[in-house]
Protein backbone atom coordinates (compact mmCIF):
# COMPACT_ATOMS: atom_id res chain seq x y z
CA UNK A 1 0.00 0.00 0.00
CA UNK A 2 1.80 2.83 -1.16
CA UNK A 3 1.33 6.42 0.76
CA UNK A 4 -1.05 8.99 -0.23
CA UNK A 5 0.89 12.72 0.80
CA UNK A 6 -1.65 14.42 -0.89
CA UNK A 7 -4.58 12.72 1.03
CA UNK A 8 -2.35 13.42 3.86
CA UNK A 9 -2.18 16.86 3.74
CA UNK A 10 -6.01 17.58 3.04
CA UNK A 11 -6.64 15.30 6.20
CA UNK A 12 -5.17 17.93 8.22
CA UNK A 13 -6.07 20.94 6.87
CA UNK A 14 -9.33 20.34 4.09
CA UNK A 15 -10.22 23.95 4.38
CA UNK A 16 -9.56 27.68 6.26
CA UNK A 17 -12.65 26.79 7.80
CA UNK A 18 -12.35 23.74 8.83
CA UNK A 19 -9.05 24.48 10.80
CA UNK A 20 -10.70 26.83 12.76
CA UNK A 21 -13.39 24.52 13.75
CA UNK A 22 -10.90 21.72 14.26
CA UNK A 23 -8.59 24.28 16.75
CA UNK A 24 -11.29 25.26 18.54
CA UNK A 25 -12.60 21.28 19.18
CA UNK A 26 -9.76 20.32 19.77
CA UNK A 27 -9.70 23.32 22.92
CA UNK A 28 -12.90 21.96 24.12
CA UNK A 29 -12.04 18.05 24.07
CA UNK A 30 -8.95 19.20 25.95
CA UNK A 31 -10.68 20.45 28.87
CA UNK A 32 -12.99 17.51 28.99
CA UNK A 33 -10.36 15.41 28.45
CA UNK A 34 -8.77 16.30 32.23
CA UNK A 35 -11.83 15.01 34.79
CA UNK A 36 -11.73 11.85 32.30
CA UNK A 37 -7.78 10.80 32.32
CA UNK A 38 -7.83 11.87 36.34
CA UNK A 39 -10.60 9.11 36.89
CA UNK A 40 -9.07 6.59 34.70
CA UNK A 41 -5.51 6.74 36.78
CA UNK A 42 -7.49 6.52 40.10
CA UNK A 43 -9.45 3.70 38.20
CA UNK A 44 -5.87 2.22 37.60
CA UNK A 45 -4.67 2.97 41.42
CA UNK A 46 -1.62 5.33 39.68
CA UNK A 47 -0.86 8.47 39.95
CA UNK A 48 -3.16 10.97 38.41
CA UNK A 49 -0.33 12.40 35.89
CA UNK A 50 0.21 8.88 34.41
CA UNK A 51 -3.27 9.63 32.79
CA UNK A 52 -3.09 12.87 31.80
CA UNK A 53 0.40 12.58 30.23
CA UNK A 54 -0.95 8.86 28.47
CA UNK A 55 -3.71 11.20 27.37
CA UNK A 56 -1.39 13.93 26.06
CA UNK A 57 1.08 11.37 23.66
CA UNK A 58 -1.35 9.05 22.31
CA UNK A 59 -3.87 11.95 21.36
CA UNK A 60 -0.60 13.91 19.26
CA UNK A 61 0.48 10.44 17.99
CA UNK A 62 -2.82 8.76 17.11
CA UNK A 63 -3.10 12.31 15.13
CA UNK A 64 0.03 11.84 13.36
CA UNK A 65 -0.25 7.99 12.31
CA UNK A 66 -3.84 6.89 12.79
CA UNK A 67 -6.47 6.09 10.27
CA UNK A 68 -9.23 7.54 11.36
CA UNK A 69 -9.14 11.62 11.12
CA UNK A 70 -10.76 13.83 13.54
CA UNK A 71 -11.31 10.57 16.21
CA UNK A 72 -9.93 11.18 20.06
CA UNK A 73 -7.65 8.38 21.42
CA UNK A 74 -6.48 8.94 24.98
CA UNK A 75 -6.35 7.38 28.46
CA UNK A 76 -9.39 5.16 28.80
CA UNK A 77 -11.53 3.17 31.32
CA UNK A 78 -11.72 0.21 29.08
CA UNK A 79 -8.08 -0.18 29.69
CA UNK A 80 -7.68 1.44 32.97
CA UNK A 81 -9.62 -1.73 34.57
CA UNK A 82 -7.83 -4.11 33.13
CA UNK A 83 -4.32 -3.15 34.66
CA UNK A 84 -5.39 -2.80 38.20
CA UNK A 85 -3.77 -6.74 39.49
CA UNK A 86 -0.49 -5.58 37.40
CA UNK A 87 -0.46 -2.18 38.69
CA UNK A 88 -1.07 -3.27 42.40
CA UNK A 89 0.98 -6.62 42.77
CA UNK A 90 3.82 -5.52 40.53
CA UNK A 91 3.85 -1.62 40.39
CA UNK A 92 3.82 1.26 37.71
CA UNK A 93 6.99 -0.01 35.60
CA UNK A 94 5.17 -3.16 34.92
CA UNK A 95 2.31 -1.25 33.61
CA UNK A 96 4.55 0.66 31.50
CA UNK A 97 6.34 -2.41 30.29
CA UNK A 98 2.74 -4.09 29.18
CA UNK A 99 1.53 -0.90 27.76
CA UNK A 100 4.60 -1.09 25.36
CA UNK A 101 4.30 -4.58 24.68
CA UNK A 102 0.49 -3.64 24.29
CA UNK A 103 1.65 -1.39 21.73
CA UNK A 104 3.73 -3.85 19.20
CA UNK A 105 1.04 -6.69 19.62
CA UNK A 106 -1.71 -3.86 18.18
CA UNK A 107 1.33 -3.32 15.57
CA UNK A 108 1.36 -6.53 14.57
CA UNK A 109 -2.43 -7.04 14.21
CA UNK A 110 -2.55 -4.33 12.11
CA UNK A 111 0.01 -6.23 9.98
CA UNK A 112 -1.75 -9.10 9.84
CA UNK A 113 -5.17 -7.23 8.58
CA UNK A 114 -7.29 -8.62 12.21
CA UNK A 115 -9.45 -5.12 11.45
CA UNK A 116 -11.44 -7.16 8.71
CA UNK A 117 -12.65 -9.65 12.07
CA UNK A 118 -15.22 -6.07 12.65
CA UNK A 119 -16.92 -7.62 9.36
CA UNK A 120 -18.53 -10.09 11.63
CA UNK A 121 -20.29 -7.52 14.31
CA UNK A 122 -23.83 -6.87 13.00
CA UNK A 123 -25.51 -3.11 13.21
CA UNK A 124 -27.29 -4.32 16.23
CA UNK A 125 -24.39 -5.12 17.96
CA UNK A 126 -22.58 -1.43 17.01
CA UNK A 127 -26.25 0.03 18.03
CA UNK A 128 -26.22 -1.80 21.41
CA UNK A 129 -22.41 -1.18 21.74
CA UNK A 130 -23.16 3.16 21.11
CA UNK A 131 -26.40 2.99 23.73
CA UNK A 132 -24.12 1.16 26.53
CA UNK A 133 -21.73 3.91 25.84
CA UNK A 134 -23.76 6.70 26.45
CA UNK A 135 -25.91 5.36 29.22
CA UNK A 136 -22.11 4.61 31.01
CA UNK A 137 -21.16 8.44 29.97
CA UNK A 138 -24.47 9.53 32.04
CA UNK A 139 -24.18 6.87 34.83
CA UNK A 140 -20.28 8.46 35.16
CA UNK A 141 -21.81 11.36 35.84
CA UNK A 142 -23.96 10.47 38.99
CA UNK A 143 -20.92 10.98 41.53
CA UNK A 144 -20.99 14.25 40.90
CA UNK A 145 -24.70 14.95 41.08
CA UNK A 146 -25.24 13.65 44.49
CA UNK A 147 -24.68 14.94 47.86
CA UNK A 148 -24.14 18.51 46.36
CA UNK A 149 -25.60 21.72 46.78
CA UNK A 150 -28.20 23.69 44.58
CA UNK A 151 -25.31 25.47 43.06
CA UNK A 152 -24.40 22.60 41.23
CA UNK A 153 -27.56 21.95 39.87
CA UNK A 154 -28.45 24.98 38.64
CA UNK A 155 -24.56 24.86 36.95
CA UNK A 156 -25.52 22.03 35.00
CA UNK A 157 -28.57 23.32 33.86
CA UNK A 158 -27.34 26.34 32.59
CA UNK A 159 -24.75 24.65 31.00
CA UNK A 160 -27.33 22.61 28.93
CA UNK A 161 -29.19 25.80 28.32
CA UNK A 162 -25.76 27.60 26.53
CA UNK A 163 -24.73 24.38 24.73
CA UNK A 164 -28.75 24.20 23.20
CA UNK A 165 -29.16 27.36 23.15
CA UNK A 166 -26.35 29.19 21.55
CA UNK A 167 -26.04 27.05 18.23
CA UNK A 168 -29.82 28.75 17.58
CA UNK A 169 -27.86 32.03 17.47
CA UNK A 170 -24.36 31.35 16.46
CA UNK A 171 -22.43 28.34 15.25
CA UNK A 172 -19.25 30.07 14.53
CA UNK A 173 -17.70 28.87 17.89
CA UNK A 174 -18.34 25.59 20.01
CA UNK A 175 -21.30 26.10 22.33
CA UNK A 176 -19.65 23.55 24.82
CA UNK A 177 -16.70 25.54 25.10
CA UNK A 178 -18.84 28.82 26.03
CA UNK A 179 -20.04 26.73 28.41
CA UNK A 180 -16.92 26.00 29.90
CA UNK A 181 -15.95 29.48 29.53
CA UNK A 182 -18.85 31.27 30.94
CA UNK A 183 -19.21 28.79 33.62
CA UNK A 184 -16.08 28.80 35.06
CA UNK A 185 -15.70 32.69 35.27
CA UNK A 186 -19.20 32.72 37.40
CA UNK A 187 -18.10 30.27 39.59
CA UNK A 188 -14.72 31.80 40.31
CA UNK A 189 -15.90 35.29 40.56
CA UNK A 190 -18.97 34.18 43.17
CA UNK A 191 -16.93 31.42 44.72
CA UNK A 192 -19.75 29.03 44.21
CA UNK A 193 -19.35 26.30 46.58
CA UNK A 194 -18.98 23.51 43.80
CA UNK A 195 -16.38 20.42 43.13
CA UNK A 196 -13.71 21.39 40.78
CA UNK A 197 -11.67 19.80 38.65
CA UNK A 198 -8.43 20.16 40.64
CA UNK A 199 -10.72 18.36 43.68
CA UNK A 200 -10.28 15.58 41.22
CA UNK A 201 -6.39 14.96 42.40
CA UNK A 202 -3.50 16.86 42.00
CA UNK A 203 -1.98 18.40 38.29
CA UNK A 204 0.98 17.56 37.30
CA UNK A 205 3.93 20.28 36.42
CA UNK A 206 6.18 20.87 34.10
CA UNK A 207 6.47 18.31 30.98
CA UNK A 208 7.12 14.55 30.73
CA UNK A 209 10.17 12.90 30.41
CA UNK A 210 11.50 10.29 27.80
CA UNK A 211 12.60 6.99 29.65
CA UNK A 212 12.22 3.35 29.16
CA UNK A 213 10.55 1.12 32.09
CA UNK A 214 13.44 0.47 34.70
CA UNK A 215 12.57 -3.26 35.20
CA UNK A 216 14.21 -6.71 34.58
CA UNK A 217 14.30 -7.68 30.75
CA UNK A 218 13.47 -11.13 31.31
CA UNK A 219 11.05 -13.67 30.85
CA UNK A 220 10.01 -13.99 34.03
CA UNK A 221 8.77 -10.46 33.35
CA UNK A 222 7.41 -11.04 29.65
CA UNK A 223 5.39 -14.08 32.00
CA UNK A 224 3.71 -11.06 34.08
CA UNK A 225 2.99 -8.89 31.92
CA UNK A 226 2.12 -10.84 28.74
CA UNK A 227 -1.42 -11.49 29.73
CA UNK A 228 -2.00 -8.01 30.58
CA UNK A 229 -0.80 -6.79 27.29
CA UNK A 230 -2.66 -9.06 25.22
CA UNK A 231 -6.13 -8.10 26.92
CA UNK A 232 -5.44 -4.37 26.95
CA UNK A 233 -4.26 -4.91 23.09
CA UNK A 234 -7.54 -6.16 22.04
CA UNK A 235 -9.77 -3.97 24.26
CA UNK A 236 -8.41 -1.27 23.32
CA UNK A 237 -8.38 -2.16 19.65
CA UNK A 238 -12.07 -3.69 19.43
CA UNK A 239 -12.90 0.26 21.29
CA UNK A 240 -10.90 1.89 19.02
CA UNK A 241 -12.55 -0.27 15.85
CA UNK A 242 -15.90 0.41 16.98
CA UNK A 243 -15.62 3.82 18.10
CA UNK A 244 -13.74 4.32 14.19
CA UNK A 245 -17.14 2.95 12.68
CA UNK A 246 -19.46 5.52 14.53
CA UNK A 247 -17.55 8.55 13.61
CA UNK A 248 -17.20 6.97 9.91
CA UNK A 249 -20.91 6.93 10.32
CA UNK A 250 -21.54 10.61 11.97
CA UNK A 251 -18.88 12.23 9.44
CA UNK A 252 -20.34 9.93 6.16
CA UNK A 253 -16.50 9.74 5.46
CA UNK A 254 -14.75 6.01 5.22
CA UNK A 255 -11.11 5.75 7.23
CA UNK A 256 -8.24 2.98 7.30
CA UNK A 257 -9.22 0.52 10.01
CA UNK A 258 -6.01 -1.28 9.21
CA UNK A 259 -3.35 2.15 9.54
CA UNK A 260 -5.42 2.96 13.05
CA UNK A 261 -4.92 -0.43 14.32
CA UNK A 262 -1.07 0.34 13.70
CA UNK A 263 -1.33 3.59 14.71
CA UNK A 264 -3.09 2.86 18.17
CA UNK A 265 0.22 0.54 18.77
CA UNK A 266 2.47 3.31 17.88
CA UNK A 267 0.76 5.63 20.05
CA UNK A 268 0.43 3.46 23.40
CA UNK A 269 4.36 3.04 22.76
CA UNK A 270 5.08 6.57 22.95
CA UNK A 271 2.91 7.29 25.73
CA UNK A 272 4.40 4.41 28.02
CA UNK A 273 7.99 5.66 26.65
CA UNK A 274 6.67 9.41 28.47
CA UNK A 275 5.38 7.45 31.44
CA UNK A 276 1.76 7.27 30.61
CA UNK A 277 -0.45 4.45 30.81
CA UNK A 278 -2.11 2.42 27.71
CA UNK A 279 -5.43 3.87 25.78
CA UNK A 280 -7.41 3.87 23.16
CA UNK A 281 -10.11 5.80 21.27
CA UNK A 282 -12.96 7.73 23.28
CA UNK A 283 -16.37 7.42 21.85
CA UNK A 284 -17.53 10.04 23.93
CA UNK A 285 -14.45 12.61 23.53
CA UNK A 286 -15.27 11.66 19.59
CA UNK A 287 -18.36 13.07 19.90
CA UNK A 288 -17.86 16.08 21.75
CA UNK A 289 -14.98 17.16 18.56
CA UNK A 290 -17.56 15.89 16.00
CA UNK A 291 -20.60 17.50 17.05
CA UNK A 292 -17.79 20.63 17.94
CA UNK A 293 -16.85 20.65 13.98
CA UNK A 294 -13.74 18.86 14.30
CA UNK A 295 -12.81 16.70 11.09
CA UNK A 296 -9.44 16.51 10.70
CA UNK A 297 -6.14 15.37 12.37
CA UNK A 298 -5.38 18.90 13.24
CA UNK A 299 -8.76 18.85 16.11
CA UNK A 300 -6.95 15.75 17.62
CA UNK A 301 -3.18 16.97 17.20
CA UNK A 302 -4.95 20.46 19.10
CA UNK A 303 -6.38 18.36 22.13
CA UNK A 304 -3.92 16.98 22.85
CA UNK A 305 -0.94 20.33 22.56
CA UNK A 306 -3.82 21.65 24.58
CA UNK A 307 -4.17 19.66 27.14
CA UNK A 308 -0.15 19.60 27.21
CA UNK A 309 -0.15 23.60 27.40
CA UNK A 310 -2.95 23.59 30.05
CA UNK A 311 -1.05 21.29 32.21
CA UNK A 312 2.35 22.23 32.00
CA UNK A 313 1.27 26.36 32.24
CA UNK A 314 -1.90 26.73 33.01
CA UNK A 315 -2.42 23.75 35.64
CA UNK A 316 -3.49 26.32 38.36
CA UNK A 317 -6.46 28.02 36.56
CA UNK A 318 -7.46 24.69 35.31
CA UNK A 319 -7.76 23.32 38.52
CA UNK A 320 -10.66 26.13 39.17
CA UNK A 321 -12.68 24.89 36.54
CA UNK A 322 -16.22 23.66 37.68
CA UNK A 323 -17.13 19.94 37.41
CA UNK A 324 -20.79 20.99 36.76
CA UNK A 325 -19.41 22.74 33.55
CA UNK A 326 -17.36 19.62 32.69
CA UNK A 327 -20.71 17.33 33.73
CA UNK A 328 -22.77 20.01 31.51
CA UNK A 329 -21.08 18.78 28.38
CA UNK A 330 -20.90 14.88 29.42
CA UNK A 331 -24.75 14.50 29.82
CA UNK A 332 -24.77 16.29 26.28
CA UNK A 333 -22.32 13.69 24.92
CA UNK A 334 -24.73 11.15 26.44
CA UNK A 335 -27.82 12.52 25.02
CA UNK A 336 -26.15 12.52 21.45
CA UNK A 337 -24.46 9.49 21.47
CA UNK A 338 -27.53 7.60 22.05
CA UNK A 339 -29.49 6.18 19.66
CA UNK A 340 -32.80 7.42 19.93
CA UNK A 341 -33.89 5.45 16.79
CA UNK A 342 -33.22 2.13 18.25
CA UNK A 343 -36.42 2.47 20.81
CA UNK A 344 -38.81 2.80 18.35
CA UNK A 345 -37.00 0.35 16.50
CA UNK A 346 -37.70 -2.22 18.99
CA UNK A 347 -40.80 -3.07 17.16
CA UNK A 348 -40.26 -2.50 13.86
CA UNK A 349 -36.95 -4.97 13.39
CA UNK A 350 -36.88 -8.56 13.63
CA UNK A 351 -37.11 -9.54 17.22
CA UNK A 352 -33.31 -11.30 16.66
CA UNK A 353 -32.00 -8.23 15.72
CA UNK A 354 -33.32 -6.08 18.93
CA UNK A 355 -32.42 -9.25 21.41
CA UNK A 356 -28.93 -8.70 20.40
CA UNK A 357 -28.62 -5.13 20.87
CA UNK A 358 -30.53 -5.20 24.37
CA UNK A 359 -28.03 -8.01 25.07
CA UNK A 360 -25.03 -5.97 24.43
CA UNK A 361 -26.88 -3.14 25.99
CA UNK A 362 -27.01 -5.06 29.21
CA UNK A 363 -24.24 -7.19 29.69
CA UNK A 364 -22.14 -4.07 28.93
CA UNK A 365 -23.78 -2.09 31.69
CA UNK A 366 -24.14 -4.64 33.77
CA UNK A 367 -19.86 -5.22 33.75
CA UNK A 368 -18.58 -2.27 32.52
CA UNK A 369 -16.74 -4.65 30.19
CA UNK A 370 -17.01 -3.36 26.27
CA UNK A 371 -15.29 -6.52 25.02
CA UNK A 372 -17.53 -9.01 27.10
CA UNK A 373 -20.74 -6.93 25.90
CA UNK A 374 -19.27 -7.23 22.00
CA UNK A 375 -18.48 -10.67 22.49
CA UNK A 376 -22.27 -11.38 23.88
CA UNK A 377 -23.56 -9.72 20.93
CA UNK A 378 -21.71 -10.64 18.44
CA UNK A 379 -22.17 -14.69 19.92
CA UNK A 380 -25.71 -14.41 19.66
CA UNK A 381 -25.97 -12.72 16.06
CA UNK A 382 -24.39 -15.83 15.05
CA UNK A 383 -26.70 -18.35 16.64
CA UNK A 384 -29.59 -16.34 15.22
CA UNK A 385 -27.78 -16.44 12.25
CA UNK A 386 -27.12 -20.10 12.06
CA UNK A 387 -30.58 -20.66 13.12
CA UNK A 388 -32.28 -18.32 10.46
CA UNK A 389 -30.12 -20.82 7.92
CA UNK A 390 -30.86 -23.69 9.33
CA UNK A 391 -35.10 -22.84 8.88
CA UNK A 392 -34.34 -21.82 5.01
CA UNK A 393 -33.34 -25.35 4.70
CA UNK A 394 -35.58 -28.41 3.46
CA UNK A 395 -35.73 -31.63 1.85
CA UNK A 396 -38.81 -32.85 -0.67
CA UNK A 397 -39.27 -36.53 -1.50
CA UNK A 398 -40.71 -37.41 -4.71
CA UNK A 399 -41.85 -41.23 -5.74
CA UNK A 400 -41.69 -43.17 -9.15
CA UNK A 401 -45.52 -44.30 -9.84
CA UNK A 402 -44.20 -47.74 -9.34
CA UNK A 403 -42.52 -47.05 -6.17
CA UNK A 404 -39.50 -48.26 -7.13
CA UNK A 405 -37.89 -44.93 -7.53
CA UNK A 406 -37.01 -41.89 -4.62
CA UNK A 407 -35.80 -38.68 -5.63
CA UNK A 408 -34.96 -36.61 -2.71
CA UNK A 409 -34.69 -32.79 -3.61
CA UNK A 410 -32.56 -30.92 -1.14
CA UNK A 411 -32.54 -26.98 -0.60
CA UNK A 412 -30.34 -24.52 1.20
CA UNK A 413 -27.39 -24.73 3.20
CA UNK A 414 -26.09 -28.25 4.48
CA UNK A 415 -24.23 -27.39 7.36
CA UNK A 416 -23.44 -28.16 11.49
CA UNK A 417 -26.58 -26.40 12.19
CA UNK A 418 -28.81 -28.08 9.47
CA UNK A 419 -27.05 -31.92 9.51
CA UNK A 420 -29.62 -33.11 12.16
CA UNK A 421 -32.79 -32.30 9.36
CA UNK A 422 -30.68 -33.64 6.58
CA UNK A 423 -29.80 -37.17 8.26
CA UNK A 424 -33.99 -37.40 9.57
CA UNK A 425 -35.16 -36.74 6.41
CA UNK A 426 -33.32 -40.23 4.99
CA UNK A 427 -34.35 -42.15 7.48
CA UNK A 428 -37.15 -43.88 5.80
CA UNK A 429 -37.12 -44.86 2.43
CA UNK A 430 -39.34 -47.80 2.22
CA UNK A 431 -40.21 -49.94 -1.11
CA UNK A 432 -37.50 -47.68 -3.36
CA UNK A 433 -34.87 -49.91 -4.31
CA UNK A 434 -32.70 -46.38 -6.47
CA UNK A 435 -32.40 -43.33 -4.12
CA UNK A 436 -31.10 -39.90 -5.81
CA UNK A 437 -30.47 -37.34 -4.17
CA UNK A 438 -30.78 -34.18 -5.98
CA UNK A 439 -28.56 -30.90 -4.75
CA UNK A 440 -28.88 -28.82 -7.54
CA UNK A 441 -30.27 -26.11 -5.52
CA UNK A 442 -28.00 -26.66 -2.13
CA UNK A 443 -24.58 -26.44 -1.00
CA UNK A 444 -22.02 -28.08 1.14
CA UNK A 445 -20.40 -25.64 3.47
CA UNK A 446 -18.52 -28.01 5.95
CA UNK A 447 -17.23 -30.84 7.00
CA UNK A 448 -20.10 -31.88 9.28
CA UNK A 449 -22.32 -31.56 5.99
CA UNK A 450 -20.06 -33.92 3.79
CA UNK A 451 -19.78 -36.60 7.05
CA UNK A 452 -23.53 -36.43 7.01
CA UNK A 453 -23.66 -37.27 3.25
CA UNK A 454 -21.45 -39.94 4.15
CA UNK A 455 -23.60 -41.56 6.70
CA UNK A 456 -26.52 -41.32 4.77
CA UNK A 457 -25.54 -42.99 1.67
CA UNK A 458 -23.56 -45.81 3.68
CA UNK A 459 -26.64 -46.61 5.54
CA UNK A 460 -28.78 -46.65 2.29
CA UNK A 461 -26.54 -48.70 0.77
CA UNK A 462 -26.15 -51.59 3.85
CA UNK A 463 -29.61 -51.42 3.44
CA UNK A 464 -29.25 -52.72 -0.30
CA UNK A 465 -30.42 -49.94 -1.99
CA UNK A 466 -28.61 -47.85 -5.16
CA UNK A 467 -27.56 -44.14 -4.54
CA UNK A 468 -27.08 -41.71 -6.79
CA UNK A 469 -26.32 -38.32 -5.43
CA UNK A 470 -26.22 -35.53 -8.37
CA UNK A 471 -26.16 -31.86 -8.57
CA UNK A 472 -23.25 -30.72 -6.85
CA UNK A 473 -21.84 -27.09 -7.12
CA UNK A 474 -18.23 -26.87 -7.95
CA UNK A 475 -17.61 -25.89 -4.31
CA UNK A 476 -19.70 -28.39 -3.01
CA UNK A 477 -17.92 -31.14 -5.29
CA UNK A 478 -14.62 -29.73 -3.97
CA UNK A 479 -15.70 -30.24 -0.34
CA UNK A 480 -16.92 -33.82 -0.77
CA UNK A 481 -13.67 -34.90 -2.75
CA UNK A 482 -11.46 -33.47 -0.02
CA UNK A 483 -13.19 -34.70 2.94
CA UNK A 484 -15.62 -37.50 2.17
CA UNK A 485 -14.87 -40.91 3.41
CA UNK A 486 -15.25 -42.65 0.24
CA UNK A 487 -13.26 -45.89 0.41
CA UNK A 488 -15.99 -46.08 3.53
CA UNK A 489 -18.89 -45.26 2.12
CA UNK A 490 -18.68 -45.52 -1.72
CA UNK A 491 -19.89 -41.81 -2.28
CA UNK A 492 -17.31 -41.57 -5.01
CA UNK A 493 -19.41 -43.85 -7.23
CA UNK A 494 -22.37 -42.05 -6.69
CA UNK A 495 -20.87 -38.85 -7.69
CA UNK A 496 -22.62 -36.87 -10.73
CA UNK A 497 -19.86 -35.70 -13.22
CA UNK A 498 -18.80 -32.20 -12.13
Not at 94 to 115: C, D, E, K, N, S
Not at 171 to 179: C, Q, T
Request: with cysteine; proline share 4%; charged share 15%.
Amino acid sequence: MTFNFSAYRRQWFLDGTTARRDLLAGIVVALALIPEAIGFSIIAGVDPRVGLYASVAIAMTIALIGGRPGMISAATAAVAVVVVPLVREHGVEYLFAATILMGLIQIVAGMLRLHLVMQFVSRSVITGFVNALAILIFLAQLPQLTGVGWETYAMVAAGLAIIYGLPRITKAVPSPLIAILVLSAISIFLGLPVNTVGDMGKLPQGLPSLALPQLPLTLETLRIIAPYSLTMAAVGLLESLLTAQIVDDMTDTDSNKRQECAGQGGSNIVAALFGGMGGCAMIGQSVINVTSGGRGRLSTFVAGAFLLFLLAVLGPYVGRVPMPALVAVMIMVSIGTFSWNSLPNLRRHPLPSSIVMLTTVVVVVATRDLSLGVLAGVLLSGLFFAGKVRRMFSVVRELSEDGTHATYRVTGAIFFASVDRFTRAFRSAEGADHVRIDVTTAHFWDISGVGALDKIVARLRRDGRAVEVTGYNRASADMVDRFALHDKTGVESGLAPH
